[in-house]
C-alpha cells in the first residue's frame, strides 16, 4: 500500500517534471497534469484528464495552498481573496468531486487535507490564513463523520513550520530564515502524513513540538493563545 503511483498537478510544468523524474526512478508510474486550480472548473477538468488517461484516484491529497504575511488592512483585498479561494474553495470542490466519484465504490478510499498548526488559533499578521486553516480543519472533520459508514476516510494534516517554498510569496524570507534551524523537512512531513492517511488518523500533526502547540492552544482561553502567536508572528 506505501507503494503508490502518484498524479501530480500544479501550474509549473517545470518543477513537475523534475520531480516525476526523481520519484520514476523509484519504480512507480508518475503522471503530471498542469493546471491552476484557481480556475472555476479545474477541479472536473482535472478528474476528467485523469480518467481520460484510463486512470483513477483512490487517494486525493488536497494540498495546494498559500498565506500573506502583513497587517489584514495593508495587503491588498485581491491577495486575501484569492487566498480563501485556493484554500478553501478550492479544496472544498475538489473533496466534492472525489467524493462524488469515489462514494460507494469496493475500494476504500482516501481524502487528505493539508491544514496547519494555525488552524488551532487567531494569528495576527496570518489572520487569513489561519482563518483558511481553521476552516479546514472543521471542514475535514465535518464530512469525515458524514463519511465514517462509507468507504471513504477523511484526514487533516496540521504540520508546523516546514521547509518549502511557502515562505518567499508569502513575504515571510526574514521569518524563515530565522526559524528555519527548528523547521520540519518537507520529507517528515510527508512521510507522517501519508502513514497517518492510511491508519485513518482524523487528525495527524507531525512532530514533537507541533503536537504539543496545538494541544496548548486547544486548553489556552482564545484571546491569551491569540496573543501568544501574535508575539511569535510579530516579525
Ligand atoms: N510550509 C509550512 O510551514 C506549512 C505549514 C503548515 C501548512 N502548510 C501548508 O502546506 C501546503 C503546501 O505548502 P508548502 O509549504 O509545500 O508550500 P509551497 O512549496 O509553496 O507549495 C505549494 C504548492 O501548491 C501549488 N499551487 C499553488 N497555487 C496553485 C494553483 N493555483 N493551482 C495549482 N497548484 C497550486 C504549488 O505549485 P505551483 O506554484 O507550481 O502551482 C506548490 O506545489 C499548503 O496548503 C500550506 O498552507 C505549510
Known sequence: ??????????????LLSELATELSATGIDVQT????????SSHTELFNEVEKRGLSVN?????????????FYKLPLEDHLITMRLNNE??????????????G????????NTASTASYQPVPKMTIYAATKAFMLFFSQGIRFELRKSNISV??????????????PAKMDEIWHKN???????????????DGTLK????????????????????????????????LFKG
Request: charged content about 20%; proline content about 3%; overall charge positive.
Open 59 to 71: 487517494i486525493l491529497i488536497n494540498n495546494a495552498g498559500m498565506g500573506n504575511y502583513g497587517k
Open 90 to 103: 478550492v479544496m472544498v470542490r475538489m473533496a466534492h468531486e472525489f467524493i462524488i466519484r469515489n462514494k
Open 180 to 194: 528555519k534551524k527548528y523547521m520540519m523537512t518537507a520529507e517528515s512531513v510527508a512521510r507522517i502524513a501519508f
Open 155 to 168: 484526514s487533516a494534516l496540521c504540520p508546523g513550520p516546514t521547509e518549502s517554498q511557502f515562505f518567499e
Open 1 to 14: 500500500m506505501r507503494k503508490q503511483n502518484v498524479i501530480l498537478a500544479a501550474r509549473s510544468q517545470n
Open 200 to 231: 485513518r488518523k482524523a487528525v495527524i500533526i507531525p512532530g514533537f513540538f507541533n503536537k504539543l502547540g496545538a494541544f496548548a492552544a486547544k486548553l489556552t482561553p482564545q484571546t491569551l493563545a491569540t496573543q501568544a502567536s501574535g508575539m
Open 33 to 40: 497534469i498542469v493546471i491552476d486550480l484557481l480556475n472555476d
Open 105 to 112: 465504490k469496493e475500494h476504500r478510499c482516501y481524502l487528505l
